[in-house]
């Protein structure tokens, strides 16, 4: 059975150990398939770029225990090797409670935990800190060792040895003081694997750093895969739930911003719109590229648009078209990153105001931080949702939206410590939002967007990049924010 790899906290090193096990996995030649809990996009990425597999979220709160537990069965049984990597600390879950934490999903799934610890300030104080995590309950979890992070010398290494050996806990390797454990973030997270130049070179020395100071006698055993159980987790997905129109030959085309200021989107995504019928097809707007041939909807994902507002102001071919596909009644889903390139202007990091699509009334600014899980109750009939439909997604932006009309909002959104509040913009045919949903969780929404495209007539191309953009918002438009 595979580890989870968990901490005290976030930054204490979870992620390098998780990276320094994959590339030598990928050294060697075996297949790793690696799983992140909770909503993170940044590290499945980097995940996913060292193992050459797409890492897949476990999220309960996203996407529910079966989901998990099918996602886990189905797709770390088909590698060599497998591991979880946690979320902030052990048991942080919503708000005070663990549920949705790596703790749950640990016990949920029978994991044993490695907890990794930064150690670079403590010594014999270390077993009292690990007494607490392994004892601590519920849910109560097993503890299969500790590796130690930012250890100095190896007095030092020896003074924690006896300390754990004091709780009867083994250590089951260490990560040194090295530049390529030191990972540049941004915005609470890492930078993605295509802002790693580095990113090779890294590779092959976290696969030398985990041969020279980790146990692998002992941690190799941990990355054993599970026992298959189940099926495709997709088909059980849509089984579950309204079905979409059969799968066409080819299937009908669905651009999807993806470049380096749209990427946050999980694989299900795209394998849940393959299983409804449609074709998805990369589109950048950052390349200023048309809309694809015969494009019969667009998906919008989070990203960085704001570090990148001024290229895309100038991206006029990819804003026009996408300004007219919003007038012909193609069905448009924006989520976070997704929904500013709709607006009528993005500040950037520096407060300059660049133009957007022009198709929803509000213009973006750089505000306060905006985070957390969140309850969407649905009150009004949009492009993919219904009046009084509840959903549950994560928040998490710095951008905020000043309205320049007034309208009815597509939901309202609370969670914990965050007040209710009307969120969101809907027409008949666009769905945008703050709010990042994991469609296994909410797979209604695909099929929904899969029947909006059967419906909708393709963009002329003899149309396309001819007219100036207008700024006006579709008819019937709803908003909040």
Not at 9 to 21: F, Q
Not at 197 to 206: I, K, M, P, S
Request: aromatic share 6%; net charge negative.
């Amino acid at each position: 059975m595979p580890c989870l790899i968990a901490a005290p906290s976030s930054g204490s090193g979870k992620t390098l150990l998780s990276l320094c096990l994959t590339a030598l996995a990928s050294r060697r030649g075996q297949g790793l398939q690696a799983f992140k809990v909770g909503p993170d996009y940044l590290d499945p990425q980097l995940l996913s770029r060292v193992s050459g597999r797409p890492c897949r979220n476990l999220d309960t709160l996203l996407c529910g225990q079966e989901w998990v537990r099918r996602s886990f069965a189905w797709h770390g049984s088909q590698a060599e090797l497998t591991l979880v990597e946690g979320v902030m600390g052990l048991f942080d879950g919503r708000g005070p409670s663990s549920h949705g934490s790596s703790a749950e999903v640990a016990a949920l799934l029978d994991l044993p935990v490695v907890l990794v610890v930064e150690a670079s300030r403590q010594a014999g104080s270390l077993a009292a800190l690990v007494r607490g995590f392994r004892d601590h309950g519920p849910p109560q979890v097993q503890l299969a060792g500790v590796v130690l992070n930012r250890v100095g010398s190896s007095r030092h290494i020896a003074l924690l040895t006896e300390a754990l050996a004091s709780i009867n806990v083994p250590l089951l390797g260490t990560l040194p003081q090295h530049p390529a454990l030191e990972l540049p973030s941004r915005h609470l997270g890492l930078l993605p694997p295509g802002e790693l130049a580095d990113l090779e070179e890294r590779q092959g020395q976290w696969a030398q750093l985990a041969e020279e100071h980790l146990n692998l006698d002992q941690l190799w055993p941990l990355l054993a895969p599970p026992k298959p159980s189940g099926g495709d987790p997709i088909s059980w997905c849509l089984d579950q739930h309204r079905k979409g129109p059969e799968r066409k030959p080819g299937g009908l085309p669905i651009a999807i911003a993806s470049d380096a200021a749209f990427h946050f989107r999980y694989p299900e995504a795209t394998e849940l719109l393959e299983a409804v019928g449609l074709e998805p097809i990369p589109w950048s707007p950052l390349a200023d590229e048309a809309l694809p041939e015969d494009c019969r909807g667009v998906l919008l994902p989070g990203g960085y648009p704001e570090l990148h507002a001024g290229p895309l102001a100038k991206s006029q071919r990819s804003l026009q078209d996408l300004a007219r596909a919003v007038r012909s009644g193609l069905p448009v889903v924006a989520e976070c990153g997704g929904l500013l390139l709709l607006g009528q202007t993005l500040g950037d990091g520096e407060g300059n105001s660049h133009p957007m699509a022009g198709v929803l009334p509000f213009h973006a600014q750089r505000g306060e931080l905006s985070l957390g899980y969140r309850e969407a109750l649905a009150s009004c009939h949009g492009l993919v949702v219904r009046p009084g439909e509840s959903f549950v997604g994560h928040e998490f932006h710095r951008w905020q939206l000043e309205s320049v009309a007034d309208w009815e909002p597509l939901w309202q959104l609370e969670g914990w410590g965050c007040p209710q509040r009307r969120e969101g913009w809907t027409a008949q045919n666009v769905h945008a939002s703050w709010l990042h949903l994991h469609w296994a969780g909410c797979p209604v929404i695909p099929s929904r967007l899969a029947n909006a495209c059967v419906r909708a007539e393709p963009l002329p191309r003899n149309a396309a990049f001819s007219s100036p953009m207008k700024a006006s918002p579709p008819p019937s438009m709803n908003a909040g924010a």
